[in-house]
């Protein structure tokens, strides 16, 4: 078993045997940290894969679950180092909302992509992004949002954040199936994603810019 094939299995969507992959490199002394990169490469590949459409929602999904079980394998091996409020987001989907595949798969591939993710689950109260983002200092909360009968928690959330006085620190990013840019803007964010693999790359300016 080597690294190329533990990006192999990545991309191949090995749920079922990367968990097993992953504990043999570790046991073999592999270095963890290589081990993650080639585990971002795979879903770096997916991603591709996904934009050329050549891989729709349901690998997504897949990949998503072949990352996770990576990282419960992975993640005790890793050390918290470059890990900080620089590079820290906030996942949630909003309250009254209980869809939360669209967050999973960008929550793993922000891991991937080695950002420190703080995943707060779905139906998420602006109480509790507020109270997270004054512990954390995180500079970025993304929010997902698949009713359209919940979008106004977006603007709810803008608020709370003001009435607390983070929200000029804090940049907010949108996703879901009933929002567009122009919808995400006029809710309060300051950026929209459709899908996890824009999320990435819009999170990774948001923090840039």
Partial sequence: MTLDQITRMTVDLDVDNI???VKAQIDGGAEPQEVLK???SGMNEVGRLYETHEYFLAELVLAGETMKEAFEVLKPHLTSEGAGTKNQVIAATVKGDNHD?????????LISAGFDVIDLGMDCSKEKIVEIVKESGAKVV???CLLTMTINEISEVDKALK???LRKDVKLIVGGAPLSMELARNLGADDYAADAIGGVRR?????EG
């Fill in 203 to 207: 999170i990774r300016d948001l923090l």
């Fill in 142 to 144: 993304a929010l997902s």
């Fill in 163 to 165: 009435d607390a006085g």
């Fill in 101 to 109: 595949i669209g967050k999973n798969i960008l929550v793993t591939m």
């Fill in 38 to 40: 080639a585990l971002a």
């Fill in 19 to 21: 968990a097993e992959a």
